[in-house]
Structures are given as C-alpha cells and as structure tokens.
C-alpha cells in the first residue's frame, strides 16, 4: 500500500531561502507546506544587495518583475581611505545574464514581503504555517515526520512529508534536531548596524563604499526605498549599552560627517561575524539551506544570496527526483555543487573584509593595484564575474578553456512564430541541448539521446541574427551572443540544465554526467 503524506516537502523556517525554496517547488508542481515560528516578517534590513545571478533565479520562478519594482540599480563598488585615497573600485560592467544590470540595492523587509506574496499566488500547493514552530523531526526510509507547536495554542502537530529542508536561520533548530556541528568560527568584535531614512540626496550617495581603515571601517551603501545602512565595528571596551538610544548613536554618525539634515535613524542592531559550515547539509531525507547551512561575513554581500541558490538547487532536484524523471541518488549533488560556492563566497568575504580592515601586507596591497597583464582584456574581478560550478553534475573539465560548469549568457532570441524574448522565456524549465547553427540531436548517439529524453531534454538548434527559422525547435541569437560564446570554448552543442549551468559539450561528450 502506498504511504500517505501530508506534503511533499516540509520547508522548516519561512525566510528568504524558505520562500525560494517553496517558489521552486511550487513552480515545478511540487506540493510543500512551510513552518515559520514568527507571525511578521523579521524586521531588521540585514542584506544589502542582490545579484544578477540571483535576478535570473527570481526570472526563473517568474517574479523578477514584482522584486525589480522595489530595488535599486547599485552603480559601482569602490573602497576608499578617510584621506580621500581611492584603494579599488570595481565598476559593474553590464550582465551577460540577460539582467539590467548587474548589481541591485535592496531592502530585505521589503523583498521579503514580496517574495510572500509572490508564493501565495499557488495556494494550497504552498501552504505556510505562520506562529508555529519545528520542535522535533524523526526519519525513516521513506519520509521525514515533522512536529510543529503552534505558538498561540501550545498545540503540537505532527507532519508527514517525503523530503524536510531546513532552511531555519544560523541557529537553526533543524541543524540541531539532526545533531549537525556548525563548524568554523565567530569573531570577538561586535558590529552596530545603523539602519536610517534618507531626508536628502549627497555626492556619491548610490556608491557602495567601504570606508577602509585599520580602527574605524565603515560600511555606507543605499538601501532601496530611500533606506542608507551604515555598519561599524564597536571599538575596544565599547558595549551594545553604550549605542542604546539615537542620541548615543549620532555621534557614530557624525564622525562620518552625516547630519540630521540628511538621514533620520530607523533603528539599529549588533551582530558578530561568522565563518561557519554545518558539517553535512544532508541526514537521510532532510537537507539543510541558507543560513543553517553556512554563515559568512557580510562583505561579498553573499549570504542570502547563497541561501537562495541553494534553495532553488534543492528545489528543482527534488521536483525531478518526486516526479520521477531523477533518480534518487542524483539529490547527493545538492551538497556537492553547493559547498563549494558557498565556501568560494565565504573565503572572498573573508579577503574582501581584510582590505576594508586594512590587513593587506604592502605585496598583497601592491598585487591589488597591479595593473592587469591584458589590459584591454582585464579580468572579471571574482565578485561580479558570472557564476562557475566548481564541480558536480558535470561531464568534461571545469577549465578555462571549456564551458562545462559556466552559466550560459542570456541573450535576446527569436523563435519561429516571431516571438522575441530573454532566452529563459523561450527555454522552458527543463534541460535542453542547445546546437550552435545545428540541431544538437544529430550529434548524439542513440544512447545519449535515449538518456536526455528520459530526463525530458529539449532540442534547440541557435541559428545566426540573419537566418531562417526551420522548425519550432529553433531559436534565433538576436544579440549575437550565444554562438560566438559556445565557438569561444570550441564547442558546438551544450546540455544546459535547468539552473543554466553548462552540464556537458560535445568536446568531451554528450552524454548524460554519471
Ligand atoms: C548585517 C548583515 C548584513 C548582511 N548583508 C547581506 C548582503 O548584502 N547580501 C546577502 O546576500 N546577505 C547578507 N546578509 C545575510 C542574510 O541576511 C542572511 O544570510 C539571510 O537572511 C539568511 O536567510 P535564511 O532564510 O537562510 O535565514 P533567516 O533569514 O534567518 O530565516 C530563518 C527563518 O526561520 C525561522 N525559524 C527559526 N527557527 C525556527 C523553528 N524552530 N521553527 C520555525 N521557524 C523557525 C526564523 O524565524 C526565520 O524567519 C547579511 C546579514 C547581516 C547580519
């Protein structure tokens, strides 16, 4: 006989990674059915920015339009010393993502809110569970039992589901439940955040600067909405009682030459930061995301960003493995392609915040303003350059040279009813091998295909700006971006899958990865 569950995925924790994940499941037709202990969204703006990679995300589960309304374009990043010296600056560079443009300012209240309302669109398939707590989970070889408190009436409930995530935050009840360490470490020093409205514009404003210096760094960036952050570290022998009001506060402030003819202060809070892993991000059928999987600095801007692609990538995994299309081993990639790029932001961070805390040596800070060896080719500097897995599903080397692990640009295409569109719009959510100028059908075996059909892969011949359409399995390359991309790594067909990320190429096979 069958079992009977109560949802197909159990999401633990309804913050920002919680709610990607339950957009993608939903979006896949995925039942899942959320547990968040607060009624209200958290209230303190904690991250700052977004990305493209994470636009194309929000493209993906089709709400990049309802956040785009609420967040502000970032203009360039730069980190400069109190006497005026610029150290670096990193101008963002258009996206090849198919995103305008490239760096956002955010509000992560807001965001937060909007992400909620987006996933109410799908009703029941995502049911949210506000004021109720995860209180203890139990596994077996085909499920994951949950219980939930509600907080108003002490009430426990107990949840059968196929498959957990836990996706409840740095301390994260679930992490603890399945007796996970958080590995890693958390600094002494103490930092203010000090949220404010703005009254009036100022030079510079919208520049994302990072005030370096050995005693006193400062973070001052534009939130969206007409919200300024400004993040301290708390100096030797200063306590949270010391900045317990706005008039202890302003003095911070004005140090840095911000008036109350600027800014009004909103509110303000401390943290510590951390660099810290769970040790697995998998027991048996529960998965651990965002937060309660890492923890990282706040200088690469990265955390709930990273949260966020990790729930999209257990999401469209999990939809794969409960409709049947992958099996069930393929969900030990999660962990596998994830790790890393959450470790790769982590330790970026971790170099980021020592140029803002002054601990470069003089050849490390010397290597920073070397000029790059071809300067009308400079390389992306690692921040702002399009995503790369560092292993994983893959078939093929993860090198300079090839496209195996690289997101694929974004261009604008055509299709054979003359639709014009983002090339996502056109992709559809599943994988699809894509032929330069060819139908990538003709290059595979009968057993490579018979592989990519099983995983329900489309066939997309991309066809030149100047040629006719032959078929509805046809797109044409408006911007002229795709094909020149896929020769630069000498290739002529590529299997996409549905995160975008180059899976394989006809160079070192086809074939379905292992
Ligand atoms: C000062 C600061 C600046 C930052 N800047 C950035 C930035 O610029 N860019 C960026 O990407 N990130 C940034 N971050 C990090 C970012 O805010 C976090 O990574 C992100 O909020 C994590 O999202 P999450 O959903 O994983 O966890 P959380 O946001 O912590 O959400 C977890 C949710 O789980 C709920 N929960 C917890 N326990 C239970 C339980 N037992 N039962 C039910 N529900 C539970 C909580 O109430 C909460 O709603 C910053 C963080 C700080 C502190």
Known sequence: MSEKYDTDVAILGYGPTGVIAGLTLARHGISAMAFERHRDIYPRARAVTVNDWTMRIFQSLGIDEAVGKQIDPQRALRWMKYDGTELLRIEHPPSTLGVKPRFYNIYQPTMEATLRDCAAQYGDRLKVNYGTEVVALEQDAAGVTVSVRDNATGEVRRIRARYALGCDGGSSTTRGLLDVPLLGDTLDVLWIVIDCRVKRWWPDRNLLTFWSDKKRPVVDIALSGGNHRWELPLQPGETEADFDSHDKIWPLLKALGVSEEDVEIHQHAFYRHHTRMAQTWRVGRTFLAGDAAHLMPPWAGAGMQTGMRDAFDIGWKLAGVIQGRLPERFL???????????????????????????????????????????????????????????????????????????????????????????????????????????????????????????????????????????????????????????????????????????????????????
Do not use: C
């Open 332 to 514: 030990d990639t999660y962990e596998a392609e994830r790790r890393p790029n959450a470790d790769f932001y982590t330790q970026l961070a971790v170099q980021l915040g020592r140029i803002i805390k002054q601990e470069l040596s003089e050849e490390e800070q010397a290597a920073l303003n070397a000029p790059p060896p071809d300067p009308a080719n400079p390389p992306e500097p690692p921040l702002i350059a399009p995503p790369v897995l560092a292993g994983g599903w893959l078939r093929g080397p993860l090198a300079e040279h090839s496209a195996v692990g690289r997101m694929i640009p974004q261009p604008s295409v055509g299709d054979n009813r003359g639709a014009m569109a983002r090339l996502d719009e056109l992709l559809g959510h599943s994988f699809v091998l894509l032929g330069d100028d060819l139908d990538p059908a003709t290059l595979l075996t009968a057993e490579e295909r018979a592989g990519w059909d099983a995983l329900g892969a489309r066939y997309v011949a991309v066809r030149p700006q100047n040629r006719h359409t032959q078929g509805p399995d046809e797109l044409v390359d408006l911007d002229e971006v795709l094909g020149p991309w896929m020769r630069r790594y000498g290739a002529r067909a590529i299997a996409v899958r549905p995160d975008r990320f180059v899976a394989a190429v006809d160079t070192h096979g086809l074939a379905v990865p292992a």
